[in-house]
C-alpha cells in the first residue's frame, strides 16, 4: 500500500483573542512559555483524514465551518493548535483571489512573483510563459497594474500560473465561482485531466455538482467538527438533506401549526418500504410522539408503503390523503382516496385503515417527507396531519426530484 | 540558508526596490539628494552652530568624517526601521501563501543596503572630487565590513518584525530607539572628546566598532586590529541564527495575530 499524501491526524485549531493590547500579550506570553493561548475561537476540532495519491477529496460544509482553515493548516499557512499535519508533495495552493498579487504592478510581475512562491524557477518560467498567457487569455492586460483587473481577470491570471507550476496536489478554496462560464469549464477540463495524469485535488467548495463531479470522497465540517467522511455522494447527499431540513424547520416556525382540535383525527400513521427484491426493509413505528425523528431508508427505485388508521367520532369514512414531498416542503406527489376512489377497511365502528403503496417510485436520492392527513368525509376540510421522514440512498447526478423515463437518441 | 538560489527572495527584493526606491524616474536621485541634503544640514549644525569637535590629529575634514560613517548608519537604521514592518504590512501574503515568512524582513533589508550602498558609493565619488582622500583600497577591504553590518540588520530584524506582530508597540519604539543608538555611536563626534567614563560604555556598541573601522579604512587606509574585529564575524552571525530561529518559532502563529 502507497503512503498516504497528506495525513491530517488529530488536528485542532484555536484562534486566541487578541482584540485588546493586553489580549495579544497574554496570548503572546502563553506562546514564549510554548503553551497554547487560551480562550478565543475553536475554528478546527480533532480533524482526521489520509488523502492517497491519485485521489480527490472535497471538502463541504456552511459557511464559517472551518473549511478554509483547514485548508490553511494543511498548506502550511497555519500551524494547528493540537494534532499533526503531514504533506508529502509538491502543492500548488489557491486559496484566495489574487493571493501574493501586489496591486501596484502589472500582471506581468505579478506571474513572476507567484511563480517564484509557487517553486517555480524563472529558466522553467520562461519556458512556460506563453501556456500561462495563453491559458489566462486576458490579452493585453497582463501589462497593465493588476488593480485594474476584475477579479475574474485576477482569478485567470492566477490559475494560470498553478497550472502551469505542475503540482502534485491542487489545493483550491472556492475560487473558481469567479470566473465566468467559458474559464470555469477551462478550469474543470484542466482539473480532470490534471487527475487523469494521476495527481491529486483536494477542493473547497459549496457547488455540490462540482464536488460530485470532480471529487472521489468528501469530508462534511460542521461547526468545526468533522460531521461525515467518505464516499462523495453519500456525503454530499447527507449534508443537501440536512441544508433542506434546516430551511423546512425555518418555514415552519414562520407558519401557523395546522390545528389538531378537527374531528377526524389520525390514530397511527407507518411507513414502510419494501424492496423491489422483495427484502424487507426496516419499518420503524411511529405512534409515539417521536415518531418524526426517525427515518425510513430506502434504496432509489425500492417502493414505498404506508398505513394510516384514521379515527372517525360519527363512523363516516373519511377521506385520507398521502403526500411526498422533499424535504424543506416542496411538494412532489399526493393524491386522496376521494380522488382514487379507495375505500377503507373498517377496523371498528370510528376507526378505519387506509393502504398505499407506491410502485417503484421515481425519487431520486436525497432526503423526503411522506405526510398523511385526514379530510372530513366530504374530501373538504384538511383536519389532522402527521409526516414521517424517508431517505432514499443511491449515487446519482441526476438533477430534480424524480428520474423521468428519458432515453438518447 | 542558500538566499541567493530561491527566486522569492530575489523577488521580494527586486518588489521592495521598485516600490520603495524607484517609483518614479526621480526616486533613485532622491536617494543620493536625500542624504546629501541631510548631510549639509547636518554639517551646517555641527560646525556652525554647536561646534562639533572631532579628533582632528589626521587632518580630516568634519563632513568626510561624517559622511563616511553617516551612510552607513542610513542604511542599518532604515533597513531596521523598514524591515521591522514587513510581516505586518504583509498580512495579507503571510495569510494566504505558504512560503518561509523570514523572506520578508530579509528582503527588505537587503533592498536597503543594495540601495545604500549605491549611494554610499556616489558619495565617497563626490568626497574624492572635492578634494577629499579616500582610500579605494580601504573602500574594497572596508566591504566585508559592510557585509557584516548587513547581517547584523538582518539579525536585529528577524527579531523586531516577529515581535511587532505580537506587540505593536515596536513600531512606536523603535524610532527613537534608533535615534537614541544614533547619538550614542560617533558618527556626529569622536569618542577622544568624550569623558574617559563615557567612552568606557561606547566601546559596547558594536556600531562604535563599526563606524571607527570604517573610518580608519576609508579615510586612513588602516587596519588596526583588536579581539573585536576576530570576534565579530563569529558573533553577527551567531546572532543572526538565534533570529531566524526566533522568527521561525513564532513564524506559524503569525496569522493568529495579524
Redesign the interface.
Known amino acids: 500500500m502507497r503512503p498516504a499524501l497528506v495525513r491530517v491526524d488529530g488536528v485542532s485549531k484555536y484562534?486566541?483573542r487578541?482584540h485588546r493590547?493586553w489580549e495579544?500579550?497574554r496570548?503572546?506570553a502563553a506562546?514564549v512559555a510554548g503553551r497554547e493561548?487560551q480562550g478565543g475561537a475553536r475554528v478546527l476540532q480533532d480533524i482526521s483524514l489520509e488523502i492517497m495519491p491519485g485521489e480527490s477529496f472535497g471538502i463541504i460544509g456552511e459557511n464559517g465551518a472551518g473549511k478554509s482553515t483547514l485548508l490553511?493548516v494543511l498548506?502550511?499557512?497555519?500551524?494547528p493548535s493540537r494534532g499533526s499535519v503531514s504533506v508529502n508533495a509538491r502543492?500548488a495552493?489557491l486559496?484566495?483571489l489574487g493571493?501574493?498579487f501586489?496591486p501596484?504592478?502589472s500582471g506581468m510581475?505579478n506571474v513572476?512573483?507567484k511563480?517564484?512562491?509557487l517553486g517555480?524557477?524563472?529558466k522553467q518560467l520562461n519556458q512556460r510563459m506563453d501556456d500561462i498567457l495563453a491559458f489566462a487569455d486576458i490579452g493585453e492586460y497582463v501589462h497593465e497594474p493588476v488593480k485594474h483587473y476584475s477579479s475574474g481577470m485576477v482569478v485567470r491570471l492566477g490559475f494560470a500560473v498553478v497550472a502551469a507550476s505542475d503540482p502534485e496536489i491542487l489545493i483550491t478554496d472556492e475560487v473558481l465561482a469567479v470566473g465566468d462560464e467559458s474559464f470555469q469549464k477551462k478550469c474543470i477540463n484542466w482539473i480532470e485531466s490534471f487527475l487523469h495524469r494521476g495527481n491529486t485535488l483536494l477542493m473547497v467548495s459549496h457547488s455540490m455538482y462540482l464536488v460530485q463531479k470532480l471529487c472521489q470522497r468528501a469530508l462534511w465540517l460542521h461547526e468545526g467538527r468533522a460531521r461525515q467522511q467518505g464516499e462523495v455522494f453519500e456525503v454530499t447527499q447527507s449534508y443537501l438533506a440536512w441544508h433542506e431540513l434546516r430551511s423546512a424547520k425555518e418555514k415552519l416556525g414562520r407558519e401557523a401549526q395546522p390545528g389538531n382540535g378537527g374531528m377526524y383525527r389520525i390514530d397511527s400513521f407507518t411507513l414502510h418500504g419494501q424492496g423491489s427484491t422483495g427484502v424487507a426493509q426496516p419499518v420503524i413505528d411511529t405512534s409515539g410522539e417521536a415518531g418524526g425523528k426517525v427515518e425510513v431508508r430506502l434504496g432509489m427505485g425500492e417502493d414505498i408503503g404506508a398505513d394510516m388508521v384514521l379515527y372517525s367520532p360519527d363512523g363516516r369514512p373519511p377521506v385520507a390523503l398521502f403526500g411526498i414531498g422533499r424535504a424543506d416542503g416542496t411538494p412532489v406527489y399526493g393524491v386522496d382516496s376521494d380522488f382514487d376512489r379507495a375505500g377503507p377497511l373498517q377496523i371498528d365502528p370510528h376507526r378505519f385503515r387506509y393502504r398505499i403503496r407506491f410502485n417503484a417510485p421515481a425519487l431520486l436520492p436525497g432526503s423526503y417527507s411522506v405526510r398523511g392527513h385526514a379530510m372530513d368525509p366530504e374530501g373538504l376540510r384538511l383536519c389532522d396531519t402527521t409526516e414521517r421522514r424517508l431517505r432514499v440512498m443511491g449515487d446519482s447526478r441526476e438533477w430534480g426530484f424524480v428520474r423521468l423515463p428519458h432515453d438518447w437518441s | 540558508m542558500n538566499l541567493f538560489s530561491n527566486?522569492?527572495f530575489?523577488?521580494l527584493v527586486s518588489?521592495s526596490i521598485?516600490?520603495d526606491y524607484l517609483e518614479n524616474l526621480t526616486g533613485f536621485a532622491w536617494l543620493i539628494l536625500q542624504p546629501l541634503l541631510l548631510l549639509a544640514v547636518y554639517a551646517f549644525v555641527f560646525t556652525n552652530i554647536f561646534q562639533a569637535r572631532i579628533p582632528n590629529d589626521a587632518g580630516i575634514g568634519f563632513v568626510p568624517y561624517l559622511a563616511v560613517a553617516f551612510w552607513p548608519w542610513t542604511a542599518f537604521s532604515e533597513a531596521i526601521l523598514k524591515g521591522s514592518n514587513t510581516v505586518v504590512a504583509n498580512a495579507?501574503?503571510?495569510?494566504?501563501?505558504?512560503?518561509p515568512g523570514e523572506l520578508l524582513p530579509l528582503s527588505m533589508v537587503s533592498a536597503t543596503f543594495v540601495m545604500h550602498t549605491a549611494g554610499y558609493l556616489a558619495v565617497l565619488i563626490v568626497l574624492q572630487a572635492s578634494g577629499t582622500y579616500i582610500h579605494w583600497l580601504g573602500v574594497a577591504l572596508a566591504l566585508p565590513l559592510l557585509l557584516l553590518l548587513w547581517l547584523f540588520a538582518c539579525a536585529i530584524t528577524l527579531f523586531t518584525s516577529a515581535l511587532q506582530v505580537?506587540?505593536?508597540?515596536v513600531a512606536q519604539i523603535l524610532p527613537p530607539l534608533m535615534t537614541f543608538w544614533f547619538f550614542t555611536t560617533p558618527i556626529l563626534y569622536g569618542t577622544s572628546l568624550l569623558p574617559e567614563s563615557l567612552r568606557a560604555w561606547l566601546d559596547w556598541n558594536p556600531m562604535t566598532w563599526f563606524v571607527s573601522r570604517l573610518r580608519d579604512l576609508v579615510l586612513l587606509g588602516q587596519y588596526p586590529l583588536s579581539w573585536v574585529d576576530l570576534l565579530a564575524p563569529v558573533l553577527v552571525p551567531a546572532l543572526l541564527w538565534l533570529g531566524l530561529k526566533f522568527f521561525r518559532r513564532?513564524a506559524?502563529?503569525f496569522?493568529?495575530?495579524l
Open positions: 484562534y486566541p487578541v493590547p495579544r500579550l496570548a503572546f506562546l493561548p490553511k498548506t502550511g499557512v497555519i500551524s502543492v495552493a486559496l484566495e493571493a501574493g501586489q501596484e504592478f510581475d513572476r512573483m511563480a517564484s512562491l517555480l524557477s524563472s | 527566486s522569492i530575489t523577488q518588489r521598485r516600490t495579507a501574503l503571510i495569510g494566504k501563501v505558504a512560503f505580537f506587540v505593536r508597540d513564532f506559524g502563529h496569522e493568529d495575530f
